[in-house]
């Protein structure tokens, strides 16, 4: 069975720096893209970032550009968030999810999410 | 960027009704829609892909069509575990965006 579990979410000062984690299994991680989405309180979803099976393309959404590094690690079977300089709006539940079907991908499966508070 | 628009933002139907969301893009995206279910603090679920695929273990009321700027995800009979928030994701182009939801609610 495909799973992703997220991990690291919790409160934190505005400013301030947060690791998020998503552990996979149940299939060959390094043969995917993967991505994080994120939802903030009773809002939508919002794609976030994605990066390559290897690691050497990362792409962003314009708001975390230069704050936010997505990274994986294929012998750990692991992906991570790395969150710079947080502010407020960046409050919210963050999904880390496998792409799927080539250039035009979408998402699936998602895991159960992680929240991130960002207040003081 | 392309903005996605589905409608309507909410919708109440009954068990057994046929029920049908829209999602419009800004611009053209040829036939890369991807449409989601959300249940209430549970992570989204793919139901259909590339417009009308229908995603393995979806259940065959769900369908999607469409293309170009206007697509559309129907319900042919609802059943009690189908009210939830539906989202449609255009794949065309990054950054991928999303429509705002539709809540499908209980009549």
């Known amino acids: 069975e495909v799973q992703l579990v997220e991990s690291g979410g919790g409160l934190v000062q505005p400013g301030g720096s947060l690791r998020l984690s998503c552990a996979a299994s149940?299939?060959?991680?390094?043969?995917?893209?993967m991505s994080w989405v994120r939802q903030a309180p009773g809002k939508g979803l919002e794609w976030v970032a994605n990066?390559?099976?290897?690691?050497?393309?990362?792409y962003y959404v314009d708001s975390v550009k230069g704050r936010f590094t997505i990274s994986k690690d294929n012998a750990k079977n692991s992906l991570y968030l790395q969150m710079n300089s947080l502010r407020a709006e960046d409050t919210a539940v963050y999904y880390c999810?496998?792409?799927?079907?080539?250039?035009?991908?979408?998402?699936?499966?998602w895991g159960q999410g992680t929240l991130v508070t960002v207040s003081s | 960027d392309i903005q996605m628009t589905q409608s309507p933002s909410s919708l109440y139907a009954s068990v057994g009704d046929r029920v049908t969301i829209t999602c419009r893009a800004s611009q053209s995206i040829s036939s890369y829609l991807n449409w989601y279910q959300q249940k209430s603090g549970k992570a989204p679920k793919l139901l259909i892909y590339t417009a009308s695929s229908l995603q393995s273990g979806v259940p065959s009321r769900f369908s999607g069509s469409g293309s170009g700027t206007d697509f559309t995800l129907t319900i042919s009979s609802l059943q009690p575990e189908d009210f939830a928030t539906y989202y449609c994701?255009?794949?065309?182009?990054?950054?991928?965006?999303f429509g705002q939801g539709t809540k499908l609610e209980i009549k």
């Open positions: 994701q255009q794949s065309y182009s990054t950054p991928r965006s």
């Open positions: 990066i390559k099976q290897d690691g050497t393309e990362k």
């Open positions: 999810a496998r792409v799927v079907g080539g250039s035009y991908y979408w998402f699936d499966p």
């Open positions: 149940g299939f060959t991680f390094s043969n995917y893209w």
